[in-house]
């Protein structure tokens, strides 16, 4: 038996589990497994009502994942699509292959190519402006309350975001987040079950939208029905194709109509913009706090030096990477890491193992916001590398700067709680403090007490 197959009898099937990372993120695990066991195999148990898979290849060192991302032909997210467990059924793999996310070249070049003039440096440059007010409106709307959960302060700003490039109305921008719960959180109950959306509050597209919501997620035989698949769906592949019918001139989902894509291919891009725009950042800002706030030097720092925040963006990323893996599946037998896949088998990248990958980064369980070079792969590489990066960053410069900003002497105000998930890495709540002006006046105002009165 090898080293990297007597490893999947020991701890790396920890790295499956989604209760896991419930608990953090094992990076000394990682660590282990990127000096040991840098590609090893990982089995897939049953999950609740979720039933077993046939495990997959685990890879951890940042070379290898690096190499997997950019060699398509190679390793595909075509073929098994890029989650870890496969769809159920072979019409749910043909759903999940249509997905730009889910292509290889040529086929997701076409795609890639509808969207991105939505994405360039000149475009969100003229969203920076925006985004920094909504920012410092959503802080200043919370200033004088003196404590929050940071995690539902956050999450407004990618929602209204990512409403804005699709053309949503405000008043529907709740509903992206619901779809998000029940897409990524299905395996954390709180999430899965999870609706903030007010039908009173909808617009009359949005409450038509809401009537579709299917109840839970079962099949006639009683297992789960997958979260990702279209009769899982149908209240956010209507509302898709109704907001189609009258798109705002210039939005993504302008682009969308007049670009002639496939009905299939429409909701999948609708389907991926809707989570991914939104998902990312709802865990990437939180946690992005919560690591300076862990690390009261650096965060001093920031505030003192603000032309920091930038390169603390960067290492924030690296640190806590919002995505923990990505899924391909090798296109043809090939050796990576002194191993030998087979074609058709599932490898699986850690962005998170990379990130902390010591043959790339000194010291790389220090959080140091100074941090140059920086070469996290929590965007990905290659042809798939994030769309949205260069948004993201924007965003999370701006939520990160008007919360420390306007929120003086910020502090955790109890335990942060983190999300169940073997693929986001994300928070659920993180609940903080700041002094407010007035406790700030009436502690000026305050009468003097002498030691001997």
Not at 25 to 54: I, K, M, Q, S, T
Not at 72 to 84: E, K, M, R, W, Y
């Amino acid at each position: 038996m090898s080293e990297a197959e007597r490893t999947d009898a020991g701890g790396a099937a920890a790295v499956f589990d989604p209760a896991t990372y419930a608990r953090g993120v094992p990076y000394g695990l990682f660590r282990e497994l990127r000096d040991h066991a840098p590609v090893c195999r990982v089995p897939e148990p049953a999950v609740g009502a979720w039933p077993p898979g046939p495990g997959y290849w685990a890879v951890f060192r940042h070379a290898d994942v690096r190499h997997v991302l950019r060699t398509p032909d190679v390793f595909s997210s075509h073929l098994g699509a890029t989650q870890i467990r496969d769809p159920d059924t072979p019409g749910e793999l043909a759903f999940a292959r249509t997905m730009m996310l889910n292509q290889d070249p040529p086929a997701h070049v076409r795609l890639r190519r509808i969207v991105a003039a939505a994405f360039t440096p000149r475009a969100v440059r003229e969203l920076d402006a925006v985004i920094t007010e909504r920012a410092r409106a959503l802080v200043a709307g919370v200033a004088a309350d003196g404590a929050a959960d940071f995690v539902a302060l956050a999450a407004d700003l990618p929602v209204r975001t990512l409403a804005h490039l699709l053309g949503v109305p405000d008043e529907d921008r709740l509903l992206l987040a619901d779809w998000a719960d029940r897409i990524i959180g299905y395996q954390d109950p709180d999430r899965a079950a999870a609706s903030d959306a007010d039908p009173a509050e909808l617009s009359p597209l949005g409450r038509a939208a809401l009537a579709l919501r299917p109840g839970p997620l079962v099949r006639p035989d009683g297992s789960p029905l997958n979260p990702r698949s279209r009769a899982a769906l149908p209240d956010m592949f209507a509302y898709a194709h109704a907001l189609a019918e009258r798109p705002r001139e210039g939005s993504v989902m302008a682009r969308m109509r007049d670009a002639g894509l496939r009905r299939d291919e429409f909701e999948t891009m609708f389907f991926l913009f809707a989570v991914a725009g939104n998902e990312t950042l709802r865990n990437g800002i939180p946690g992005a706090l919560l690591t300076l706030l862990d690390h009261p030097d650096q965060c001093a720092l920031l505030k003192e030096r603000p032309e920091l925040t930038g390169s603390a963006v960067e290492e924030a990323l690296r640190y806590w990477p919002p995505v923990l893996d990505f899924r391909r599946t090798a296109a043809r037998d090939t050796d990576l890491g002194g191993v030998r896949l087979r074609r058709g088998e599932k490898v699986v990248v850690y962005h998170a193992s990379a990130n902390r990958d010591e043959r790339v980064f000194p010291d790389p369980d220090r959080f140091d916001i100074t941090r140059s070079p920086n070469d996290h792969v929590s965007f990905g590489a290659g042809q798939h590398v994030c769309l949205g990066a260069h948004l993201a960053r924007v965003q999370l410069r701006a939520m990160l700067r008007a919360t420390l900003d306007g929120l003086p002497d910020l502090a955790r105000d109890g335990e942060a709680v983190r999300l169940t998930s073997n693929f986001q890495n994300g928070l659920k709540h993180l609940p903080v403090r700041w002094r407010t002006d007035q406790m700030a006046n009436s502690s000026v105002n305050a009468p003097v007490v002498s030691p001997t009165s």
